[in-house]
C-alpha cells in the first residue's frame, strides 16, 4: 500500500458528502429540517415525525448508506421490518394496549360513523386514478383517509412500496393538522342547533363485554377480511392484554417500550425512504393534494352520516362526534369536543367522541383488508424482474453467494 | 382514463358495501354481547386488612401501603388507580 | 385492468376466510377460545397462555397467512426466533434474573430432589415410546415433566418440531394445574407425622457464594452437558445480573421489559404452530395424557426421594418439599407451604421448598442437556429434503432467488 | 416395539444417573463454596441520614412525599393520574 | 436405532465439554472468571465487562456452540448485530439520549481539547504499525486511544474483525482504568499553579440551541465524513430526542431500556469472539500495551492543548480539564474534578471538564470517520473468499440450499 | 517497514488536519448559533389555578409540585433527580 499526501488528501476530498452533494439532496436535507422542525416546534405528531425527519436527514447525506435502499446500511436493515410488514403490527398491538374501545360498546352504532368516514378513502382513490395513478397506487394513497399511521404504511408497502414516504408523510402530516383541517368543515356542514345537542350519558359496560370484545372483532373481521389479520389481530390482542387483567406486565410493555422501540425503527425507515428520487416528484405533490381531500372529504363524510343519525333517532346524536370517526385518535375526538363547547359551554361530547374515534381505527383496517383482498394477491410487484432486482435488498454476504452461483451457473451453459 | 375511472368507482362502491356490511355485523354482535352479558354494579370496596405474610416483594408492600394511604387520604377506593412501577436506579 | 362489480364481489367473497373455513379451522378456533377463557377465567399461567391462545386463533384464520409455516407471515417471522432457539435462552435470562437461588444455597442437598423429580421425565419417555413415538419424539414429550415451559420449547424444536405445539401447551397447562394435580398425590404419598415436621432455619448466605454460585454452575454443568449451554448459560447469567450488584440497568431490563417483549414473541410463535394439520391428531391426546403422567411422577418421584432424606436424615426434612422439585416455580413450593399448613398450621415450609423448586430448573436443564447430547447431533431432521424444502420457510426474495439459480443450473444440465 | 422399550428404559437409566452424577458434583462443589466462604452479619445498620445517595428505605419515603404531595396538591378525582415510573438521574 | 449401554455412556462421554477441552479453552475460561471478576469486585464497567466475561466463558465450553463463529449458535445470531454494524449506533442512540452537550455549548472551544485527545489514535496507529500491523489493524487498534466503546466495537468490526475481542476487551478495560492511568500523567504534565485555576462559570445556554445543535452537528459532520454518520447520526438523534421536549416516551426507552437491551446483546457477541484461537495470540499481548500508551497519549494530547489554551486566554482555562477530552464519560471528567479539587480544595472544575469530555466522543467519532473515509470503501475484507467463507455465518438452511444449488451447477459443467 | 511507518505518519497527520478542520467548523458554527439564538431567562412561573381537567401543563405542575416535596423532604437539590413520567389512565 502506498500512502501519498496528496493522494490519501484527494481520496478524503473525494468521499466527503459535500463532493457529491446535488441539488435534489440539498432540498430533502431542507425537507427533512422542515419536518424536524414542525415535529419541535408546531407538536406536528413529534413521536413520528421527529425520526422520519431524522432519517431523512441521514438518507440523503451523499455516501452515508443510510437511504433505504442501501443494502447493508444501518437504516435498509431496519426497513426490513417495513418491507417484511413487520413493524406496523407491533406498533398496532402497543396502540391496542392504549386504546379504551369502552365508548364504543356502550354505543356501538357509532362504528357506523367509523365506516362512514372511509368515504373519504374512496374519493381520495377516484381521484388518484383520475390524477393518472394505478389501482394500486391509488388504493395507497386513499388509505391515508384513513388518518391512521401503521395502517397507511402498512398498505402502502404492500401495494405501492415506492410511494412510502410521501403517504407516510401526508398521513402523519395531515394527523396533526386535524385540529385545523377539520372545524372549519364541521361549521359548514352543521347547524347551531345541531351543534348544541347534548347527548346521554353512556351507560356502563361489564368487563366481560370488554375482555370478549377483541375476540370477536378479531374472529369476525378477519374472517372476513384475513388480510387484514396482522393488523386487526395485533391490535386485539394489545387490547386483549389490557383488558383482561390477567397480563399486566404484557400489557405494560406493549403500551411503553415496546411500542417505543418500534416507533424508533419504524419512523427511522420510513424516513430512509424519503430519498430524492423518491420523493421529489410530481407524485408527491399529487399525494400532498390527495391527502388533503381526503381527510377533508373523511371529515365531511362523518359529519353528513352523523347528520342521518341525528335525524334517525330524533335528535339524540349530536353530528359533531361524526367527524371523529377518521380516527387520528385522540384529536379528532377532542375537535369534536372543542367545537362542540363552542357552541355550548356545558356541552361535553369527549366520551361520546371516543366511540367514532376508535371505530374509526376499526374502519380502516377494514377498508384496508377490503383492498388486500382485492389487490393483495400479487406475490411480485415486479413479475419479470432478474435476480439482482430481487436479491437488491438481500444480505449482503447471500448476495455475494447467490451471484457466484449464478456466474457458476452462467458459466455452465 | 375513463375505464379506470369506471373501475375506481365500481371498487369503490363495492368497498363501501363490505365496510359497512362488515361493521353492522360488528355491531350486532356486539348489541348481542353486552344484552348477554349486562354491566354489574361491583359491590362496595371491602375494608382493607393489613395482611402478614412476607412473600410478596418489598415493592408489593410498598405500593399496597401507598395505595391504602391515598384510599385514606382520598378517600376513594383502591382499585381505582395504581401505581404500576416504582424503580430505583 | 378491468374490475365487473361481480368479479370484484366473487374475488371478496372468495378471500374470505369463511369461503375456505374447514372444520379443523373451527375446531382449533374453538381450541384458541378455550385456551384464553382458561387462562383469564381460570388464571391459567395467563402471560403465557393468552398470547398462545391468540396466537393459535389467528394462525387458524384461513388464509390470513398468520400459521408458522406461511413464509413471509408475520408470526412465521417469530417463529424463526422459536426454530433457531433465540427465544428460549432469551426468556430463562429473564427466569434467572427474576430467580433467588438462596434457599437452594442455604440447603445445597435439596438439588437431589429435583434429580429426583426427573424421574417423571422417563417414565414418561418409556411410556411415549410404548405409545408408538420414536425416541427423538418421546424424550420431547418427557420433558413435559420438567415443568419447564422454555427448557420444553427448547427440546421441543430441537428434537421433533413438529411435536412443539402440543408439547408446549401441554406443558404450561400442567404448570397451571400444579395446585390441582400436586396436592392428592401428597396426601396419599406421606403420613400425617411427615406432613407436620417442621425444618430448621435456613443459614444465612454470603453475598459472594451467591454471585459465584451461577459461574460456577455454568462451569460444571454446561462443561459436562455443552448442549444445554444456551438455555442454563442465559439463567445463570441472568442470575449473575441479579445477584453481583453492579449491573442494576440489566438486571432490570432482564427480569422486565426483554423477558415481556420475548414472552410476547415466543408465545405467539407457539401459537401459530397450533394449526388444525399439527394439532388435532392422535399424537396431540397421547401428548396430553403423557404429560399428566410426567407431571404426577415428577411430582411421586420428588416426595418419595423427600422420604428417602427425610429417614436419611432422621426426620429432619419434610417430604413435602420433595414435590417442589418439579419446578413449576413457584407454584409448586406455594403447594408444599399450603399442604404442610393443613397437616398443623404453624408449619412454614414455603422457604423450604424453594430450593428443591429451583432445584428442578436446574435439574430440567440437566435432563435436557442429557438429550442433546445423546440425540442433538442431527443436523438435518429430514436428511433427505430437497431444496424447497429445506428453503421453505426462507424469506421469500432470498428463496425466489435461489429458485431461479436452481432453474438456470437445472437448464445447464 | 420391544427393542425400543428395551432402549428407552436403558436411555431412562442412563440419564438419570448422569444427572444424579452432575448434579451430586454440583452440591459438593457448592458445599465447599459454602465453607470456603462463610456466611458473616453484616454491620448493624448505621443510623440514618438524609443523604444524597438513595437506598430502598429512601424510596419509600420518596412515595411517602409524592404521595402527600399528590394529595394536597390534586384539588381533584387522583384516579385520574397514575405514577408509572420515578427513576433518579 | 440401537441403544447398547455402552455405546450411549461413551457417546454421553464423548460430547462432554471435558473430552474436548483443550488448554487454549481453559486458559480463556480463567479469562472469563478474570473479566467477570475485575467487573463485580473491582468495578471496571461492569455493564459491559460483565457479559462480556460471561459471554467468553460461555464460548470456551468446547462443543457448546457458543462462540461468534458457530453458525446456527445463539451468540453467534446476536454477533450478527455487531457485524453488520446494527448494534454500536443503537447504544450510541441511547448515549445521545443521555448526553448533555450544554457545558461544551457553553465552551465551544473545547471541542478543540476533544480534537487534541485524538492524538493518541494517531501515535498508537504508528506504534501499532511499528509492531507489525497492516495500517487497518492499526487504524482499529489506535481508535483505543479514542476512549469510546461502541466506537472502537464498530472500526474494528469494520476494518479489522479478527481483532474485536482484544480491541474491545483493552478499550473497556482501560475506560475502567482512567482513574488510574491519569492522574499521574496529569501531575506530571501541570505545575501546581495551574492546577489551582479557577474557571469561570459557564454561560447559560438557550434551549433552542441546544435542539439545534443536534441536528447541525450531524449535517457538518456526516457531510464531511459519511462515513460516521451511522454512529454520529445516531447519537444526535438520541440527543434530540433528550432536548427536543416532545419526544419524552422515545428518550426514555432510548436511554434505558432499548439500551440497556442492546448492551446485552453486543457484550455477549463480543464476548463470544474471545476464542482461544482469536484472542491466545501475541497479538492480543501487543494491543493490550498499545492500548495503555493510547490512553496515556491521549490524556497527555489533551493536556498540553490545555496549556497552549491556558496561554492564549491568560490563564482563564485549567489544564487539567484536557485529560477529559479522551471521552471516557464521565469518569475522565470528574478525575480533572478530582486532580484539581486536591490541589485547591474550593476548585470545582467537573462542569468545565464536561465540555471536553462530550467533545471527546465527538472528536472519536470524527476520527473514526477518518479512518472509514481512508479505509472503509473494501466491499470484501477477504477478496479471494470462496463461496464457503462467505457463506460461513449464513442461515443453516439457506446455506444447505446455496450449497446444493451449488453442487447441482458444478455437476452441470 | 520504514515506508509503511512513514505512511502511517502521514495518514496521521493528514487525520489530525481533518480532524481540526472539522472541529473547528463546528466550533464556528456552535458560536454563530449561540450569537443568532441568546439565552433568555424564563419569565417567573405564574401562579397555579386548581382545574377540573388535566391538561399537559397540569402535568407540569405535578411534576415541579412533586420535585419541590422531595426537595424539601430530602434536603437535597431538585436538579439531583428527575420525575421521568406520570400518566393519565
Ligand atoms: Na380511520
Ligand atoms: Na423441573
Ligand atoms: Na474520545
Same mark, same amino acid.
Given at each position: 500500500?502506498?500512502?501519498?499526501?496528496?493522494?490519501?488528501?484527494?481520496?478524503?476530498?473525494?468521499?466527503?458528502?459535500?463532493?457529491?452533494?446535488?441539488?435534489?439532496?440539498?432540498?430533502?436535507?431542507?425537507?427533512?429540517?422542515?419536518?424536524?422542525?414542525?415535529?419541535?416546534?408546531?407538536?406536528? +405528531?413529534?413521536?413520528?415525525?421527529?425520526?422520519?425527519?431524522?432519517?431523512?436527514?441521514?438518507?440523503?447525506?451523499?455516501?452515508?448508506?443510510?437511504?433505504?435502499?442501501?443494502?447493508? /446500511?444501518?437504516?435498509?436493515?431496519?426497513?426490513?421490518?417495513?418491507?417484511?410488514?413487520?413493524?406496523?403490527?407491533?406498533?398496532?398491538? /402497543?396502540?391496542?394496549?392504549?386504546?379504551?374501545?369502552?365508548?364504543?360498546?356502550?354505543?356501538?352504532? $357509532?362504528?357506523?360513523?367509523?365506516?362512514?368516514?372511509?368515504?373519504?378513502?374512496?374519493?381520495?382513490?377516484?381521484?388518484?386514478?383520475?390524477?393518472?395513478?394505478?389501482?394500486?397506487?391509488?388504493?395507497?394513497?386513499?388509505?391515508?383517509?384513513?388518518?391512521?399511521?401503521?395502517?397507511?404504511?402498512?398498505?402502502?408497502?404492500?401495494?405501492?412500496?415506492?410511494?412510502?414516504?410521501?403517504?407516510?408523510?401526508?398521513?402523519?402530516?395531515?394527523?396533526?393538522?386535524?385540529?385545523?383541517?377539520?372545524?372549519?368543515?364541521?361549521?359548514?356542514?352543521?347547524?347551531?342547533?345541531? @351543534?348544541?345537542?347534548?347527548?346521554?350519558?353512556?351507560?356502563?359496560?361489564?368487563?366481560?363485554?370488554?375482555?370478549?370484545?377483541?375476540? =370477536?372483532?378479531?374472529?369476525?373481521?378477519?374472517?372476513?377480511?384475513? %388480510?387484514? $389479520?396482522?393488523?386487526?389481530?395485533?391490535?386485539?390482542?394489545?387490547?386483549?392484554?389490557?383488558?383482561?387483567? =390477567?397480563?399486566?406486565?404484557? *400489557? !405494560?410493555?406493549?403500551?411503553?417500550?415496546?411500542?417505543?422501540?418500534?416507533?424508533?425503527?419504524?419512523?427511522?425507515?420510513? %424516513?430512509?425512504?424519503?430519498?430524492?428520487?423518491?420523493?421529489?416528484?410530481?407524485?408527491?405533490?399529487?399525494?400532498?393534494?390527495?391527502?388533503?381531500?381526503?381527510?377533508?372529504?373523511?371529515?365531511?363524510?362523518?359529519?353528513?352520516? %352523523?347528520?342521518?343519525?341525528?335525524?334517525? $333517532?330524533?335528535?339524540?346524536?349530536?353530528?359533531?362526534?361524526?367527524?371523529?370517526?377518521?380516527?387520528?385518535?385522540?384529536?379528532?375526538?377532542?375537535?369534536?369536543?372543542?367545537?362542540?363547547? +363552542?357552541?355550548?359551554?356545558?356541552?361535553?361530547?369527549?366520551?361520546?367522541?371516543?366511540?367514532?374515534? =376508535?371505530? /374509526?381505527?376499526?374502519?380502516?383496517?377494514?377498508?384496508?383488508?377490503?383492498?388486500?383482498?382485492?389487490?393483495?394477491?400479487?406475490?411480485?410487484? +415486479?413479475?419479470?424482474?432478474?435476480?439482482?432486482?430481487?436479491?437488491?435488498?438481500? !444480505?449482503? %454476504?447471500? @448476495?455475494?453467494?447467490?451471484?457466484?452461483?449464478?456466474?457458476?451457473?452462467?458459466?455452465? *451453459? | 382514463?375513463?375505464?379506470?375511472?369506471?373501475?375506481?368507482?365500481?371498487?369503490?362502491?363495492?368497498?363501501?358495501?363490505?365496510?359497512?356490511?362488515?361493521?353492522?355485523?360488528?355491531?350486532?354482535?356486539?348489541?348481542?354481547?353486552?344484552?348477554?352479558?349486562?354491566?354489574?354494579?361491583?359491590?362496595?370496596?371491602?375494608?382493607?386488612?393489613? $395482611?402478614?405474610?412476607?412473600?410478596?416483594?418489598?415493592?408489593? +408492600?410498598?405500593?399496597?401501603?401507598?395505595?391504602?394511604?391515598?384510599?385514606?387520604?382520598? /378517600?376513594?377506593?383502591?382499585?381505582?388507580? @395504581?401505581?404500576?412501577?416504582?424503580?430505583?436506579?
Amino acid at each position: 500500500m502506498e500512502f501519498s499526501f496528496s493522494a490519501s488528501a484527494t481520496k478524503i476530498l473525494t468521499t466527503t458528502g459535500f463532493s457529491q452533494l446535488a441539488i435534489g439532496d440539498t432540498l430533502m436535507i431542507l425537507v427533512a429540517c422542515l419536518l424536524i422542525y414542525l415535529a419541535i416546534w408546531k407538536k406536528f +405528531e413529534p413521536l413520528l415525525l421527529l425520526p422520519i425527519g431524522f432519517g431523512c436527514l441521514l438518507a440523503n447525506i451523499p455516501m452515508s448508506m443510510m437511504a433505504n435502499t442501501d443494502a447493508g /446500511g444501518l437504516l435498509n436493515f431496519f426497513y426490513q421490518g417495513v418491507k417484511h410488514e413487520v413493524l406496523p403490527p407491533l406498533i398496532f398491538l /402497543g396502540v391496542g394496549a392504549l386504546t379504551d374501545f369502552g365508548p364504543l360498546l356502550a354505543n356501538p352504532t $357509532t362504528l357506523l360513523l367509523g365506516a362512514a368516514a372511509q368515504v373519504g378513502v374512496y374519493i381520495t382513490l377516484i381521484g388518484a386514478v383520475l390524477l393518472g395513478f394505478n389501482m394500486h397506487e391509488a388504493s395507497a394513497i386513499g388509505i391515508i383517509g384513513g388518518a391512521d399511521g401503521p395502517t397507511s404504511i402498512f398498505i402502502a408497502s404492500k401495494l405501492a412500496p415506492h410511494l412510502l414516504a410521501p403517504i407516510a408523510v401526508a398521513a402523519y402530516s395531515y394527523m396533526a393538522l386535524v385540529p385545523l383541517i377539520q372545524p372549519p368543515i364541521m361549521r359548514l356542514l352543521t347547524t347551531e342547533d345541531e @351543534r348544541k345537542i347534548k347527548m346521554e350519558q353512556l351507560q356502563p359496560i361489564s368487563q366481560t363485554v370488554k375482555i370478549v370484545f377483541p375476540v =370477536v372483532v378479531t374472529i369476525v373481521c378477519c374472517l372476513m377480511l384475513p %388480510g387484514v $389479520t396482522p393488523l386487526l389481530g395485533m391490535l386485539m390482542l394489545g387490547n386483549l392484554f389490557r383488558e383482561s387483567g =390477567v397480563t399486566a406486565r404484557l *400489557h !405494560e410493555t406493549a403500551e411503553t417500550h415496546l411500542i417505543n422501540i418500534v416507533t424508533i425503527l419504524l419512523a427511522l425507515a420510513v %424516513g430512509s425512504s424519503m430519498t430524492a428520487d423518491s420523493f421529489l416528484r410530481l407524485e408527491t405533490l399529487k399525494i400532498i393534494v390527495l391527502g388533503l381531500l381526503a381527510f377533508s372529504i373523511a371529515t365531511a363524510g362523518g359529519l353528513v352520516f %352523523g347528520k342521518i343519525m341525528c335525524k334517525a $333517532t330524533g335528535g339524540k346524536v349530536n353530528p359533531l362526534i361524526g367527524s371523529a370517526g377518521v380516527s387520528a385518535v385522540p384529536m379528532a375526538a377532542r375537535v369534536s369536543q372543542k367545537v362542540g363547547s +363552542e357552541a355550548d359551554s356545558s356541552n361535553f361530547l369527549l366520551m361520546h367522541a371516543m366511540g367514532p374515534n =376508535v371505530a /374509526g381505527v376499526i374502519g380502516s383496517a377494514v377498508a384496508a383488508g377490503v383492498f388486500i383482498s382485492l389487490f393483495g394477491d400479487v406475490p411480485a410487484p +415486479e413479475p419479470h424482474a432478474a435476480i439482482a432486482d430481487i436479491v437488491g435488498t438481500v !444480505e449482503p %454476504g447471500i @448476495r455475494a453467494a447467490i451471484s457466484q452461483v449464478a456466474d457458476i451457473a452462467a458459466k455452465a *451453459h | 382514463m375513463e375505464a379506470s375511472f369506471l373501475a375506481a368507482v365500481k371498487i369503490s362502491i363495492l368497498a363501501i358495501v363490505v365496510i359497512f356490511t362488515v361493521l353492522v355485523i360488528l355491531i350486532f354482535t356486539i348489541k348481542l354481547l353486552v344484552k348477554l352479558i349486562p354491566y354489574v354494579a361491583p359491590p362496595p370496596a371491602p375494608p382493607r386488612h393489613q $395482611t402478614a405474610s412476607s412473600t410478596s416483594s418489598d415493592q408489593d +408492600e410498598h405500593v399496597a401501603a401507598i395505595t391504602a394511604t391515598l384510599a385514606i387520604h382520598l /378517600g376513594k377506593s383502591p382499585n381505582e388507580f @395504581r401505581i404500576v412501577n416504582i424503580s430505583q436506579s
